[in-house]
Each structure stands twice: as C-alpha cells, then as structure tokens.
C-alpha cells in the first residue's frame, strides 16, 4: 500500500485523479455519503440539542472495512471530496467513521480535475470547515424533521404511502398555484391584422414587406369596417427610425442556467444534465457542475482570450468579468466551464459531447464581443384613418460577435421577434398593398412549467440551492405529485378575413390549441396534499419562510448561526402544529359534490379513491345501496370536473359510445372509459361470445377516434410470420406497439408502423435487440436463468429479476456477484422453500 491514501467520494474521479499523482498515493472512492441518519426512527434527539444519531449503511459495511484496512496501511489520509457542503460533510463523516485526526490527515479541495489543480491542492491543504458541515447537517435534520412528522399526517388525513418535504412541497405548491391560474384564466379573441406591400426599386426589383396593424382590434366588426376602408386608400411611408443597437453575451453557466439552456436546446431534463456534467467534471473536462458563481478565473479568461484571437480574430475578443446576482448564492468556486479552453469537443459518448460542447460555446461567448445591430422601423400610415397605422420592424446583423459562436435560448413559446430585412425605402413614399388579413387571435394562458423554467423560478425566489434543484424535481414526480408529459391539445375554430384585390372574403378555419410537451402537470393527489399542507401548515410552504431558511444555511456555513438554535426556533413552533392537526383537522380525500343525476336522481360526486381520481354515484333514496364508481379518464383534474362532464364520462363507462358496426363481424365497435384509459369494444357484453378489447392509440380520444380508425385498431395483433421456427406477431400494448417472438417483446421503433411492417423489418429488429441484450449482460446463472446482472437502460450495473431491475451496494464489482448475493439484492428469501420442505 502507497504512503498517502486519497479518498474521493466517485469512482470515476479516483481513477482521473490516480493519472495525475505519483505511485506514492492510492485513490480510493467512498461511493458518497457511508453514513445517514438511522432509519428506522427519527434519526434526531431533538431533546437533546438536536443531536443526530448516525449508522453506517447496509451497502457501505464491507467498504469501511476495506477503506479502514487502507487507512492503516498509510502515513497519511487525504480528504478530497468535493468543496461545497455536501462535499465537506462526507469528508467529516469519514474522519469520524476511520477516526482520522490533524496528525494523520489533511483535507484538500479543487474544483478542476487537471494535474495542475491536483497538485496545488496538496500544496496548500487544510482542515475539515465545521460551519460547512453544521449547514449541511441542518439541512438534513431540518428535512427528515420536515419528513418524519408530515408525513404519517398525510397518511392518516389523505391516503397512505403519501409524503412531504420541507422544499419538495414547496415546488408542488408552485406548480398547483400555476395550474390553478390556467383553470381559471378567461380567454378572449381579437383581431390581428397584417398587410403585405409592395416596394419597388431603382433597379426594377420588388420586395414584399410585411407590417402589422399598430393595435389589435376586438370585435369582427372592427376589423371588416378597417378593410373596407382599406379598399381604396392610400399607404404613405409616415417615419422611419434607424437605430444602432448591440447585444451582449450571457454570462458562463451557473448549475440552474446550464438545466434550463440544456433543456431547451436539446431536451435534457434537469435529472439527466447533472448526470451526464458529472461525468464530465470527474473525466476532467469541466470544472465542478454545482456552483451558484458566474466568475471565470483569470487563467481561464486568458486561455479563452488566446482561443477567440485564434480562431476569429482580435476583434472578436472582450475580456469580461461576471458578477453573481442569483439571490442566495453561496459557492466559492468558478462558473462551470471547460478545464482547457483549447478542447472544442471530447472523446466521449454523444451526450457527454453535445453538453461538453454547449459549455464550451458559452464560455467562450462570454469572453466575445458584442453583436452590432441596425434596428429600423418603419410607421406606413391608412391615408383615412387616423388612430390606427401599420408597423413594420427589421433588423441587421452588422457584426456578428459572440454570435458568431452562440445563440442564447428562451422560455418565450410565442416570441415573434423578427429578423427580417426592411427593403430600400424613404419617408413619404407611398406603398401597394397586396393583401391585408385579420385573423382571429386568443388570449393565451400563463405557461405551464417546464423543468427548466421551474428552476429558473426556484433560483428567482431563492428556494433550494444547485445541489437541489434536480433531486427535488425527480423526487415530486417520483411521488406521483406531479406528471411530466405531452398532451396533444385540442381543435378550435377561428375565423380569418382577407382583402385581396378589393375583394374581402371571410373563411372559418380551424386550429389546434393547447398542446404541451414536456410540461410538469400536477396530479388529483398533488393538489389535495398541496391544499391540506397549505391549510394547515401555511408556513412550511409560504416562499418566503423556505427561501429565508436557505438564508439560515448560508449564515450557519460561515459561521454567523448555531445551528442547533435555528433548529430549535423552527421546531418549537413547527411540532405543535403537527400535533394540534392530528389531532382536529378533518380527512380530506378532494371529494366535490358535482350535483344530482336529473335522470336517476343520484348524487354524483368526485374524489380520490384506492387505485385514483374515481366518480362516485350515490343512491340517496337507498341509504343500503352500495355506491357505484366510474374511473376520470387520464389528463382531467377532479377540479375541473363538472356535472355534465362526470355523466358523460360515466355514460361512456358503463352504456359506451357506439361509432357503428364492423363490417367484418357484423358487430358492434363502441369506446369506454375503463381504469387504464380509453379503449375500444368489438362486440356486446350480452353476446355469446366474449367481446374484444383494444387500446386507443397514442393522440386518440373517446370524442376524436372515429369508426374507421376504431376497425384499424382490431387488426392488432397481427401474425406476419415465422422465424426460427416460432411465431412473429406484431402487437400494441400499454407501452405502445412491440414484436413479440418466442416470448420475448421488442420494441418497434418511431418509424415503423405496427400495421405495415414486415417480416423482415421485424427479424432486423429481434436481432438488433438480442445484440443490445448480449451487450448489456453482465454475468448469467446456469443454476436459474431467471435472475442475471445487467446493465439497466442509464448503463449502471442492476440484478434484473422478474422484470424488476435491482440496485447493486456500492463496493461490489458486478462481474463478481455469486448467485445467492444477487438473490440477496433482489430480496428473494430463500429460506422459505427450505422451510415448506421440511414441513412436508
């Protein structure tokens, strides 16, 4: 064993690290955190100034065993976790567990992986920062507090299996109040009106110039009154502005910039960029991925200055220094950047290098000049019309700067900025107009969150930190809290009016609405418990007591606070509440009372039941009747449940909506509304055959399939035929359409068409899938072939047993496995056959 022992807390970063130090030192990797709260109780002696009882996990026994055996072997012990809180508590929690001390360790800290930064680190190391831990510690006492005592509230006052979370809730909360606007919002139409002119020139060229009425007009009267008197009138040019404008670089990226440009840019979820960042900072590519600073060090500048000159010229180069603004910000470190400036790409998989190279490209920018722009706009005046002109805007990239290299994103779904060029053209000339339109518009709806306009929003009120802002995200939709999905959105009409050639024409069109990809949607669940914690603990999800606890955390890492007495303000208050609720507030399963059945005379109401959002019908003439249920189709909220829309839904579940009759059969096709969605019905419950059942297909509705997409849909599954001597049908399920060959299911890919593809198509793809299998099997037991190791879809080593796939405890090697150890991992008891055997 080497003199000097350094423990990191990732395996990859030990193995980039040991590159750059002598065979002197041995790297080792902690796998995280080798020690938690217990969990089998609270965890705190909040009697006893909040002390925290810690127990070595399961998974990490044998691994502090081996790491005790090489702290032995060594003279000295070199903590190099990473530098921020969560980073400084595992290097405490080591020294406590390996009893490390001043004399035989010493704690280093670098927010680059490169031999230079490695090497400095050494050189100036120091010793583990108490105030970091406190903070990091507080946190997690603070959250399992938060946890520990709402949760079992939840289960007796909601549904069972419910939990909450001091931050987790809070966002919740974010996404229902957003929900709530949109349920409530009133849309209102207006006109939009456009014209085209003509503009000729001195060489005989016309251009086409498009410009938009100054306003918006409100009614349809409005704006066949505006054409009519646009017939015959003229369009004198009224003013021309040309002003000269810039547009300056981003700064670097921050954690929460990089989630949300990541996401917008090439649809990563929050989850997924700090994933693959990860991999990059511990591969030595970039500079460490948790980080609120916007600052570039000077080395860093420098290089990026010499990459610009060097590649686009001296013009293009602008030394800038960043300030940080995020409210709360607290690390000491960079922004992320690359570790050298001169690498353009990496060598690594096609994630790891489109991220690589976003980084790369705003770093750069950041340090470019300023984009020179021509900004002109030109007012076209309605010779007999006084209140209302046509605007036409433009502009003109004079130098290109930062462009040259990046093009920031945005949020803004319905930005319509233009970059049209304006023609050659002078105050007072008169234009021909070639058409002019108006165009019912609507007022739209405030925009639902993505994931990364929600961390935007979680920065802006100071809620979380970096380190937070993707477990918290995973861990509500996790719960089932909140949905991230497409929906297709729905038809509407609109009406368009044209004056072309004197003559007005008015056409009713229609469009779709509404549609959402990746959108966070709250579930029925999500706003029960968001109402319920907001009822009763108002203050655990007010923003501004969540953002001011984060303040608490920053004050207690540097010293300012006990944390044990900001624990003790908090809980004194906070565990009195939980006490008061539990014992009077009422249960709330977000039943509404809809209204009465005017046919039957039931009541219809609507909440959540066992298996989700159910209705429900009760005979109030027959208190001994039991009450009848109805499941609420998928993507509709109880809230927004009416009477009308709760007999229709039940209508279609038990009667069903008859589309006509099959040609092929003779028999009926309707559509219902069963427990897991819409399906279609090939025959009646009362013939003597039993009826058949399919699956509408993604994008259909109950109101939008018609008969003849309903007929496709009993073509499924297909026989198309055999190979290797066993049948191939082809097949659509929960998880959309598959090939199914010799029991086992692949996947058909976006392009191919379950009811068209062949035989041969199907063969490439069961061989494609059986190389993919091949591949991502690890190690296989003659003994039970039912349990093997493989890799799990992210590529991390899993026990896959019985379609569940297992986590393997860190510090065991994969290929090493024995068969009871993997039996052990997917939690089969193997005792029990034994047992029943012996009873025999």
């Known amino acids: 064993m080497a003199e000097n022992l350094v423990i990191v807390e990732s395996p990859a970063k030990a193995k980039t690290i040991e590159k750059f130090l002598g065979t002197n030192f041995k790297v080792l990797s902690s796998y995280g955190h080798i020690r938690d709260l217990v969990s089998k109780d609270l965890g705190v002696d909040v009697n006893n100034n909040f002390e925290p009882k810690y127990e070595i996990t399961t998974d990490k026994k044998k691994l502090v065993t081996d790491l005790k055996a090489a702290v032995k072997s060594s003279k000295m012990v070199w903590l190099a976790s990473d530098e921020d809180r969560e980073g400084e508590a595992i290097s405490w929690h080591l020294a406590e567990v390996l009893k490390l001390n001043d004399k035989n360790s010493k704690r280093i800290c670098f927010h680059e992986i490169t031999k230079t930064a490695i090497l400095a680190a050494i050189e100036s190391p120091r010793g583990i920062n108490k105030d970091l831990v406190d903070a990091q510690q507080a946190r997690r006492i603070l959250d399992r507090l938060v946890g520990f005592e709402l949760s079992p509230i939840l289960w007796k006052k909601v549904k069972p299996s419910l ?124 500079t460490y991925m948790r980080t609120d600073s916007v600052n570039l060090s000077d080395l860093a500048i420098a290089t990026a200055k010499q990459e610009i000159e060097k590649n686009f010229g001296k013009e293009y180069s602008k030394v800038r220094k960043f300030a940080t603004s995020s409210k709360g910000a607290q690390e000491a470190h960079e922004a992320i950047r690359p570790t050298y400036m001169s690498n353009a790409s990496v060598s690594n998989n096609f994630d790891e290098q489109r991220l690589y190279e976003l980084i790369w490209k705003r770093t750069l920018a950041s340090q470019m000049s300023d984009a020179i722009l021509e900004k002109t706009t030109v007012n076209i005046s309605i010779s007999n019309v006084s209140d209302s002109y046509f605007v036409a805007r433009g502009e003109v990239i004079k130098f290109e700067g930062f462009l040259k290299v990046y093009i920031e994103s945005t949020d803004d779904e319905n930005d319509e900025s233009s970059d049209a060029v304006i023609p050659p053209i002078k105050k007072g000339d008169i234009l021909q107009k070639q058409t002019i339109s108006a ?81 966070l949607f709250p579930t029925d669940i999500g706003m029960v418990v968001n109402d319920f914690l907001v009822k009763h603990f108002a203050e655990i999800l007010d923003f501004n007591f969540t953002a001011n606890v984060e303040k608490d955390f920053d004050e207690i890492a540097t010293g300012q606070v006990d944390w044990t007495k900001m ?73 927004t449940m009416t009477l009308e829309s709760a007999l229709k839904v039940l209508d279609i579940s038990n009667e069903g909506k008859v589309l006509g009759i ?81 029991s086992v299911f692949t996947p058909l890919k976006k392009t191919d068409d379950p009811y068209t593809v062949t035989l041969d198509r199907a063969i490439e793809l069961i061989e494609e899938k059986k190389i993919k299998d091949i591949e991502k099997t690890i190690k296989v037991f003659d003994e039970d072939k039912n349990i093997k190791v493989v890799l799990d879809r992210w590529k ?40 029943t055997k012996a009873k025999k």
């Not at 938009?212 to 349809?220: D, Y």
């Not at 802006?460 to 497409?486: C, F, N």
């Not at 896959?800 to 068969?819: F, N, Q, R, S």
């Open 163 to 286: 939990s909450a979370g001091r931050v987790q809730s809070v966002v919740v909360r974010i996404i229902v109040d957003r929900e709530r606007e949109i349920i409530n919002f009133k849309s209102e139409s207006s006109y939009k009106v456009s014209a085209i002119f003509s503009v000729p020139t001195a060489n005989g060229t016309i251009y086409n110039l498009k410009a938009e009425l100054s306003k918006r007009l409100k009614t349809k009267e409005e704006a066949l009154a505006l054409l009519e008197k646009c017939k015959s009138v003229s369009f004198p040019v009224s003013d021309i502005e040309i002003k000269p404008a810039k547009k300056s670089p981003a700064a670097p990226f921050t954690t929460s910039t990089l989630q949300q440009e990541a996401s917008r840019k090439m649809g990563f979820s929050v989850a997924k960029t700090m994933q693959v960042a990860q991999s990059l900072y511990e591969s030595g590519h970039i």
């Open 439 to 519: 165009i019912q518009r609507y007022s739209q709806h405030p925009p639902r969150y993505s994931e990364a306009s929600l961390v935007r929003t979680l920065e802006e009120l100071g809620i979380g930190r970096p380190s937070t802002y993707a477990p918290t995200i995973s861990t509500v939709q996790k719960r089932g809290y909140v949905l991230k999905e497409e929906r297709p959105g729905e038809q509407r009409g609109y009406i368009h009016i044209i004056l072309d050639k004197e003559k007005i024409s008015e056409s009713a069109k229609t469009e779709v609405f509404g549609a959402e990809k990746n959108k």
């Open 567 to 639: 624990l003790g303000k908090f809980y004194k208050s906070f565990h009195q509440i939980v006490e008061q609720t539990s014992e009077h507030s009422e249960k709330n399963s977000g039943e509404r009372i809809l209204g009465i059945d005017p046919k039957t005379g039931h009541e219809i109401s609507v909440r959540i039941g066992r298996f989700g959002p159910m209705i429900q019908v009760k005979n109030l003439t027959n208190a001994d009747e039991k009450p009848q249920y109805g499941s609420i189709p998928k993507g509709i909220l109880i809230e």
């Open 662 to 742: 099959d040609p092929n059969t003779g028999k009926e096709i309707s559509i219902r509304n069963g427990r897991f969605g819409p399906f279609a019905q090939l025959g009646s419950n009362n013939d003597a055959e039993k009826p058949q059942y399919a699956s509408l297909a993604k994008g259909q509705t109950v109101d939008s399939v018609t008969l003849a997409q309903a007929i496709e849909l009993f073509k499924l599954p297909r026989a198309i035929g055999e190979y290797e001597d066993k049948k191939v049908t082809v097949g659509v399920g929960r998880f959309g359409p598959y090939i199914s060959h010799n």
């Open 796 to 835: 991390n080593p899993t026990v896959y047993y019985k379609k569940k796939y297992h986590k393997i405890p860190k510090g065991k090697k994969p290929e090493e496995l024995t068969l009871a150890e993997c039996m052990e991992i997917a939690g089969v008891d193997t005792t029990k056959k034994k047992a």
